[in-house]
């Protein structure tokens, strides 16, 4: 016979079991209901445009719908605030990108950890390329060194804090120069002053000066993944340019509130694996300048790590601030 204090502790023990929230199981979900796709930026960026076209797919590899919700504003962390604070039911998935492990030390007072996401998949690799006009007295990054070294050079990047502008803080250290940096938001502003000759350079993701280069209305120095890229493979990496150890990779991918069951990161990162390989979602990517990337969640997660530990000290060195 149960005694009283014993079905007393169970009867707590119920009540409690019914107060925590369900979390989904693996085996059914995402049957409950549709899947809410966090964007943590505005429409029209590669970033947006990379998560409609992960959500379109997704909902027909996975059964169910996965909506897309632009959450701008912040630096990204309004939208990162709220996915960091959603059940990890797998009801809610972050579009991640390489900010997580920026905005870190860019904005050390946030109220949850950026890097602490359970990671799903990097999605796309981002490469970022250093431009300069055509008509340029420089050729190459070690002439451009050179000009910045000879009389004042001014940079052009997405804006402050961006992973373009710690790259040019990382090359600068590097080659001992200074260079004014321009921070613009976004990149499109940035283009049209180069093309203009208010700036000497522009370092930004590539899918936006791509057909610049092609075209040659510009010159592209260097990118910055350590293997060249599909998009320019004429354009030297940062190693072949005279750089090495400058490498840096940006990407687009999707991450999930801590603690998200394994199993349905697995299943999600399955389907982006295969997602990226169809045809016109690879024509897609390419057109944007971007590569996909079929690493591991775990792999993910270590480069987040590593980059927050590695962007720190650039941020602290040159004295960063958010705009």
Avoid at 123 to 133: A, D, F, Y
Avoid at 134 to 158: K, M, Y
Wanted: proline content about 8%.
């Amino acid at each position: 016979m149960t005694s009283p204090s014993r079905r007393s502790f169970l009867a707590i023990a119920g009540a409690a079991a019914l107060a925590r929230p369900a979390l989904a199981q693996p085996g059914t979900w995402p049957a409950e209901r549709s899947i809410r796709y966090i964007v943590p930026v505005a429409p029209g960026g590669s970033q947006d445009i990379v998560a409609r076209l992960f959500a379109k797919h997704l909902t027909e590899a996975l059964g169910q719908n996965v909506l897309v919700e632009n959450m701008p504003g912040a630096g990204s962390n309004i939208g990162y605030e709220f996915v960091a604070r959603q059940k990890p039911d797998g009801y809610t998935l972050l579009a991640g990108s390489d900010s997580l492990s920026i905005n870190k030390t860019l904005f050390p007072k946030l109220g949850f950890d950026v890097t602490g996401f359970a990671p799903v998949t990097q999605g796309v690799r981002v490469p970022q390329i250093l431009v300069v006009r055509a008509d340029s007295p420089a050729r190459t990054l070690e002439e451009f060194v050179t000009l910045a070294r000879r009389s004042p050079v001014a940079v052009g990047t997405p804006g402050n804090g961006s992973l373009s502008h710690l790259i040019g803080e990382q090359i600068q250290a590097a080659a001992e120069i200074r260079w004014t940096h321009v921070p613009y938001k976004g990149g499109a502003l940035a283009v049209n002053d180069l093309l203009g000759g208010t700036l000497q350079g522009v370092l930004i993701n590539i899918g936006a000066v791509a057909d610049h280069v092609r075209i040659g209305r510009m010159r592209g120095l260097f990118v910055s993944p350590g293997q060249r890229t599909g998009a320019l493979p004429e354009v030297p990496t940062l190693a072949e340019a005279g750089l090495p150890g400058a490498e840096a990779v940006g990407w687009h991918g999707i991450v999930a509130p801590a603690g998200t069951d394994p199993a349905i990161l697995a299943r999600v990162h399955a389907a982006i694996a295969q997602i990226v390989k169809k045809p016109e979602v690879a024509e897609r990517l390419a057109a944007l300048g971007l590569e996909p990337v079929e690493a591991p969640p775990e792999v993910l997660g270590e480069l987040i790590r590593a980059d927050a530990a590695r962007w720190a000290e650039v941020v602290r060195r040159a004295r960063i601030q958010p705009d």
